[in-house]
């Protein structure tokens, strides 16, 4: 080891204070001896074309580039493992849902849709949530969302979809955004997506973590056993955190304080250990239950209520182990919803059928290659035979001089066995060649509607404050009145509502209407209100300190967040961080100016009457505590903070708990477990 490295043969400038790692090759493995400056003729000359480290080095480089997804292409990804503690032998013959208490490694991507690359996370957006399981018969892709339905019901419709949300083609904007004219006018102009938008206006499209959101396989799919009977099924996950999501202010706000909430959040809980988990749930249901359901099972746009067939919690997926290198795995990764292993199989669903398409073509052109399946984040853990050889970028090396099949010049070459091998379920098959819908895919309203009104009052009123965000953002008012229309039949309150909140005053056209809808029972399931995690684990309490706070208040706060298995954060003025009242230093993890209190869930501050009232004079002081306030959350406050409440217009409530002593510290908390105070949201936020 050595500190300091002399660069070339020029002056003391070429000096860098650096430790002497391995030795630096080119890709050719040739050591080598400055990269820090090409080859010149003279050092004042022209760099000379027989330079070929830099060329190599430059020309690596300016390809370093691969298509980005053309949906999906913002996500971040972890490692991890899936255990299944019930078996579902008696209804499939794979493994991965049969054999219990294995460790099956996973890879699982979070995405959002619409969104480029380098686009914020809390956009307005479904979440993608797919599943890589590399089992012992092969890698099982579970590419599912965060909603259990879907805006089309063929996948004919996918390009038009995506050309309508993406950024609008003339202008280029807006980014990773639904609220503008072409999103809003194809969907009024698609009525089967209707039960869709309601989700997608809900506030499970900006959610607090991906580690508190729910993932759904969306589709029917088929479970076979040994005996060849076939049994349907949708997939769930269900979050051990709870399902929680943000308020749409604190989206709006998170995005400029800190565009990878989303990814950071998930990252740092691993790296510290918290360990994301998620239940894989399952409803089953047989071709003769699903005779007796009110829509049809094969329809992408309607989902099955957990009170009609309910779920049944089989296994844990556990997220423990980042990505050692994003592109190598998280943008390499290449999900296909054809990888199937044997004991499952498609329905005929036939979104997922246009989907098996799409996924296997999309990696040719994002990957470069039909060898992406040996890209070490793509290839199985299994042991793997094919013929498939040659192409671009083949990594292997073959042996021999079979690579086909049938032969009997290689005894031991592989074979296929229908005993052991996938065999697809022999569904029979009848009907014309059309290009038609079936009929009974044609109810679009009747779970929307039923989803809307199985919503708590608050879940109601973000979706129509959503509604009415979104198409003020729509600037053709014939898209704005037909989606009124479709708002109307879904439910007449909530299209009275949006066109109120619009003000828009002219009568609303009806759409035309192919089945009326009915009233379904409501569904407790749907409402992430109905079933509140009232719990802090997995959460981060943010504090405000002064110079000279109380360091008795602040050494109770730190033991009661960590029992509640929360993350505390500090904030202070300066990142230098305060000197408390009894003359110990504590460094912050956050300046006032760059922590606002929207990446918190819970605040407090420990702050003395003298700072409080010169905090008081501080815009990021005083929005610090006015947002806290406005989006709901539960504040722990010294008695000192007074004159900054009253600047931010906190008012005395449920939620605004007075500190004095380390009890009033740990009963904050116990307040803070609720998350929200809804009862606050009439008195902060109006909507019609
Ligand atoms: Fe898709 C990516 C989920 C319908 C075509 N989709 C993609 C990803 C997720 C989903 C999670 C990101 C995978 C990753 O992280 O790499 N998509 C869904 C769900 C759907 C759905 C739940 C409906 C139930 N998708 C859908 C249709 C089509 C596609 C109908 C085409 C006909 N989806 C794609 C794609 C993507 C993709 C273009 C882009 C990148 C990729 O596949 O690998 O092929």
Redesign the pocket.
């Known amino acids: 080891m050595f500190d300091t490295v002399t660069l070339g043969a020029g002056g003391e400038w070429h000096q860098l204070a650096m430790p002497k790692g391995q030795l630096l090759t080119t890709a050719q493995g040739m050591p080598v001896s400055d990269d820090q400056n090409s080859l010149k003729a003279g050092p004042r000359g022209l760099v000379l074309l027989e330079d070929f480290a830099l060329r190599e080095k430059i020309f690596h480089f300016d390809h370093e580039r691969i298509p980005e997804?053309?949906?999906?292409?913002r996500?971040t990804?972890a490692h991890g493992v899936f255990r299944l503690y019930e078996s579902l032998a008696e209804v499939t013959r794979a493994k991965v849902l049969s054999e219990t208490a294995v460790d099956v490694p996973v890879f699982v991507?979070?995405?959002t849709?619409a969104g480029n690359r380098g686009s914020a996370d809390l956009a307005r957006d479904?979440?993608?949530?797919?599943v890589k399981f590399y089992t012992g018969e092969g890698n099982w892709d579970l590419?599912?969302?965060n909603?259990p339905?879907?805006f089309?019901q063929d996948?004919?419709?996918?390009?038009d979809?995506?050309h309508a949300v993406k950024e609008e083609p003339d202008r280029g904007f807006p980014q990773a955004a639904s609220a503008h004219d072409t999103f809003w006018d194809f969907i009024a102009l698609t009525p089967e997506a209707m039960h869709m938008v309601m989700w997608q206006m809900s506030d499970r499209t900006i959610p607090r973590s991906l580690r508190m959101m729910e993932g759904?396989?969306?589709?029917s799919f088929r479970l076979v056993n040994d005996a060849g009977q076939s049994t349907f099924v949708k997939l769930h996950w269900k979050p051990a955190l709870g399902c929680q999501s943000v308020v749409w202010d604190e989206a709006v706000k998170i995005n400029g304080a800190d565009p990878d909430f989303h990814r950071r959040d998930l990252y740092e809980a691993i790296e510290k250990g918290d360990f994301p988990e998620w239940e894989l749930a399952v409803q089953l249901f047989s071709e003769a239950e699903a005779e007796a359901f009110p829509f049809d099972h094969l329809d992408?746009t309607k989902f099955i209520p957990e009170e009609l067939v309910p779920l049944r919690r089989i296994g844990t997926l556990t997220l423990n182990r980042n990505p050692s290198n994003v592109f190598d795995e998280t943008e390499q990764?290449?999900?296909?919803?054809s990888n199937l292993v044997p004991g499952i199989d498609f329905s005929d669903d036939p979104?997922?059928h246009?989907?098996n398409?799409?996924?296997l073509?999309?990696?040719l052109k994002?990957l470069g290659s039909t060898n992406f399946t040996k890209l070490p984040i793509n290839a199985p853990r299994c042991p793997f035979a094919t013929f498939q050889r040659e192409g671009h970028m083949q990594t292997e090396v073959h042996k021999g001089r079979v690579s086909y099949s049938p032969s009997m010049l290689d005894p031991s070459g592989p074979r296929a066995d229908p005993a052991a091998g996938f065999r697809t379920f022999p569904a029979s098959v009848s009907g014309a060649t059309v290009r038609e819908r079936s009929a009974s895919f044609s109810d679009h309203y009747s779970q929307a509607r039923q989803f809307y009104l199985s919503q708590a009052t608050t879940e109601q009123d973000h979706i129509v404050a959503a509604l009415v965000f979104e198409l003020g953002k729509v600037e053709t008012l014939a898209v704005r009145a037909a989606m009124l229309g479709h708002l109307m039949v879904i439910e007449a309150s909530l299209g009275r509502r949006v066109a109120a909140g619009l003000g828009f005053d002219d009568d609303v056209p009806a759409p035309p209407v192919a089945v009326e809808p009915v009233d379904l029972p409501h569904t407790a399931a749907v409402s992430m209100m109905a079933n509140p995690p009232m719990t802090l684990k997995g959460r981060c309490v943010g504090v405000l300190l002064s110079e000279g706070a109380d360091a008795t208040l602040l050494a109770a706060l730190q033991e009661s967040v960590a029992a509640a298995e929360a993350t505390l954060k500090i904030v202070a003025p300066k990142i230098g961080g305060v000197t408390l009242d009894d003359g110990s230093k504590v460094a912050a993890d956050h300046a006032l100016a760059g922590g606002p209190s929207v990446l918190f869930d819970s605040v407090g501050l420990l702050v003395s009457a003298e700072a409080a009232a010169m905090m008081a004079a501080q815009a990021a002081a005083v929005a610090w505590v006015h947002d806290a306030f406005q989006h709901l959350k539960i504040i722990g406050a010294s008695a000192g903070a007074q004159p900054l409440l009253d600047k931010a217009g906190v008012m005395a409530d449920a939620g605004v708990v007075m500190i004095e002593s380390a009890g009033d510290v740990d009963e904050w908390l116990e307040v803070a477990r609720e998350l929200r105070i809804w009862s606050r949201e009439p008195m902060v936020r109006r909507v019609d």
């Open positions: 997804r053309v949906v999906h292409a996500g990804a991507r979070f995405s849709v479904v979440r993608g949530f797919a590419v599912g969302n909603i339905v879907f089309v996948a004919i419709k996918f390009p979809l995506v759904f396989g969306v589709h992408p990764v290449a999900f296909c919803t979104l997922l246009g989907r398409f799409s996924y073509d999309t990696q994002r």
